[in-house]
């Protein structure tokens, strides 16, 4: 068996060990903090069938215990529905949903999940979306001083704007266009070999949204 075909059932061996969560699993990574390990157990290890009932599921629970969630805990679930309607829009789905879900579908799971962020939003406890906010404004100026942009809080204040519907449409807006994200689609269709790498594990989520497939790091 050659190196890549071992490398293959490693990976195949890895994927099959890596059981779907049930929504109580999900909830309770979410309010705990966790959320990004719940949106990965949906998005990669999730059969694309399951995926729609899923999340619908997992957005009513989260929609039912909202309103009388302490501020953190609403703080983690906003957080997690922002980043899992960027994350379906996102090269993401290319790694496991899209080869059982269109485009149409994945995009209807975006709305759904944007939309009972918008409302969620609207009725959460004072300070937690503006601590929300700041977070991600921080974040995404930190970012593009990095990548070296023009106006780095000018560029940050219009991504991230004064709401988490505004901060979800730009994201979402932002990963969808640009030359990572075309030329990591043309990867997928098979048209270039070139495989996008992020240097030092650096703003890594938002490079895997682009299609960043590995990263390198010091020893």
Excluded: C
């Excluded at 959460?124 to 929300?132: D, E, H, I, N, R």
């Excluded at 790498?197 to 490079?207: K, Q, S, V």
Aim: charged share 25%; hydrophobic share 50%.
């Amino acid at each position: 068996m050659s190196i890549r075909d071992q490398l293959r059932e490693r990976i195949r061996a890895e994927r099959a060990a890596q059981a779907p969560w049930e929504v109580g699993k999900l909830v309770a990574a979410i309010a705990g903090g966790e959320g990004l390990a719940a949106r990965d157990n949906l998005l990669f290890f999730t059969p694309p069938a399951e995926f729609p009932r899923r999340l619908s599921s997992l957005r009513q629970a989260l929609d039912d215990r909202f309103a009388r969630a302490q501020g953190a805990e609403q703080e983690q679930v906003l957080r997690f529905l922002a980043d899992m309607a960027i994350s379906l829009r996102s090269f993401l789905p290319a790694w496991n949903l899209r080869s059982g879900l269109g485009g149409a579908q994945l995009e209807e799971e975006a709305a759904a999940t944007a939309n009972l962020a918008a409302r969620l939003a609207a009725t959460a406890a004072p300070g937690v979306v503006s601590a929300l906010l700041a977070d991600w404004l921080a974040y995404a100026r930190a970012r593009l001083e990095a990548e070296k942009a023009a106006d780095p809080a000018a560029m940050a204040a219009h991504l991230v704007g004064d709401s988490v519907a505004h901060y979800i449409e730009r994201m979402s807006a932002a990963v969808t266009s640009g030359y990572l994200r075309r030329v990591a689609e043309a990867r997928y269709r098979g048209e270039t070999i070139t495989e996008l790498g992020n240097d030092y594990a650096a703003y890594l989520d938002y490079a895997m949204y682009l299609g960043v497939s590995f990263e390198t790091t010091n020893p």
